[in-house]
């Protein structure tokens, strides 16, 4: 069987593989003879804006060999649209039928969604007709649609790891014959955590533009992130760019530092509501007890790098507490630590709580509290030992109006973090 061919989507191997998969079933005759077997009629790839799954439908289809037909709702008649293009679709051997945001064109409950359901129970299941259609948002999608039977296989088109983004830069930067050979694209991805398939090509489109007649370096391709991700043109916000806001920021900065196994800081900058700091997970979505606990001092590093430094603590701290506060609870919740005996209040299956009495709530609530001391007695002990480094983290971001990995690596790091 050859292989499916996605000259334009780099990385998300996980999809190509199930995409190949349902490919060969509709080549294999013992499949398709087989009066046992029935053959997914739809697939739908859905996932948020920007995530690919229109070019991933298209790189898909181009391995067929066959006819291809698009509902594109411009008929004002659009049941009829709908009926007229099954129609033509049956009359071939075998043929594709696209739709594009499905819960547009075929809004939940509509007349349109009845008549695609007819379609798609009037599909023979040895292969005729396979139906993609992607989506942004699957609660605007009826239930009926998404039943086995009609779109039997739902892939997600999930925002692209960090080996996703690593492929997508070098492939897209491979496009412009860039030459990016000196980049450690694996680190650069590490800073680009959040970033659609999407505002990755604008990023490196961003890169392109302004460095055309350079050779570009890791630094060229985090500041476009943030030109494109932040809309950070590279002005210092006017603000209250004080010392203290600098503190503050440092403490989280540095403590994300400290847990470097973990977390990785990328930026703090001044804005203008104060300053904000950047870290991301080193492994995303693998969140240990360890790292839970240090996400709750991180949380903390503010508040505490404020009081060691002015003996106080200003109002934005509040914010990083009621954080920390959460973060408590959510480990006594999930985590039942040191056997504490009470139920998990946060349902696994919905967005409900279950219902607690007010001497439960009161008794969680003292346990979270006994538990936000504690961390803040360990965030103390971490920081300490560093404050000659968090004076000159606050230095230098008053200078320069951010301090980034960069300069914590090699000016304001040296007392062993």
């Known amino acids: 069987m050859k292989e499916l061919t996605f000259e334009n989507v780099y990385g998300y191997q996980e999809v190509k593989n199930e995409l190949n998969l349902i490919k060969s ?43 291809k037909y698009v509902i594109e709702g411009r008929n004002a008649n659009a049941p009829l649209e709908i009926q007229g293009v099954f129609e033509k679709a049956k009359n071939d051997k075998f043929a594709i039928v696209v739709i594009d945001e499905l819960e547009l064109l075929v809004p939940k409950d509509s007349k349109e969604q009845r008549t695609l359901q007819q379609e798609l129970d009037g599909i023979d299941q040895k292969g005729s007709i396979l139906v993609l ?14 039943r086995p039977g009609r779109f039997d296989k739902k892939i997600e088109i999930s925002t692209p790891d960090r080996k996703s983004r690593a492929e997508i830069l070098k492939g897209v930067f491979s496009n412009l014959d860039v030459d990016v050979s000196h980049i450690n694209f694996d680190f650069v991805s590490k800073h680009c955590q959040g970033a659609s398939g999407a ?29 494109v991700r932040h809309n950070d043109i590279g002005k210092v916000p006017v603000t209250i760019n004080n010392y203290r806001v600098a503190v503050h920021e440092g403490g989280h900065a540095l403590l994300a530092s400290i847990f470097k196994d973990n977390w990785a800081f990328y930026r703090t900058k001044f804005t203008s509501s104060g300053g904000t700091t950047e870290t991301e997970e080193v492994i995303e979505k693998y969140m240990t007890l360890e790292k839970r606990e240090q996400q709750i001092m991180i949380a903390l590093g503010g508040y505490v790098a404020e009081k060691m430094i002015f003996g106080n603590h200003d109002y ?6 009621e954080k920390a506060h959460d973060f408590c609870r959510r480990l006594l919740e ?22 607690e009495t007010p001497r439960k709530r009161a008794s969680i ?25 968090l004076k000159r983290f606050a230095d230098l971001m008053c200078q320069q109006g951010y301090v980034s990995y960069r300069d914590v690596e090699s000016k304001v790091m040296g007392l062993g973090l």
């Not at 259609?133 to 998404?146: H, V, Y």
């Not at 961003?206 to 992130?225: A, F, G, H, P, Q």
């Not at 609530?365 to 504690?374: F, I, P, V």
């Open 334 to 355: 999930r985590s039942a630590i040191k056997g504490l005996g009470y139920h998990i209040t946060e349902a696994e299956n919905s967005n409900q709580w279950h219902l």
């Open 316 to 321: 934005g701290s509040y914010s990083d507490i």
């Open 365 to 389: 609530e003292r346990k979270t509290y006994s538990l936000l001391r504690k961390y803040e007695r360990k965030t103390i002990k971490y920081l300490k030992p560093h404050i000659d480094s």
């Open 133 to 146: 259609a992607t989506a942004n948002e699957m609660r605007g999608i009826g239930d009926p649609l998404k």
């Open 199 to 227: 505002e990755l090509k604008a990023i490196v489109n961003d890169v392109y533009l302004r460095c055309k007649n350079k050779v570009v370096t890791e630094e060229d391709i985090e500041t476009s992130y943030e030109r």
């Open 25 to 67: 079933w509709y080549e294999d005759e013992s499949v398709i003879n087989d009066p046992n077997v029935a053959l997914p009629k739809g697939i739908l790839l859905y996932g948020e804006p920007g995530v690919g799954k229109t070019l991933f439908v298209r790189e898909f289809i181009n391995n067929f060999d066959c006819p």
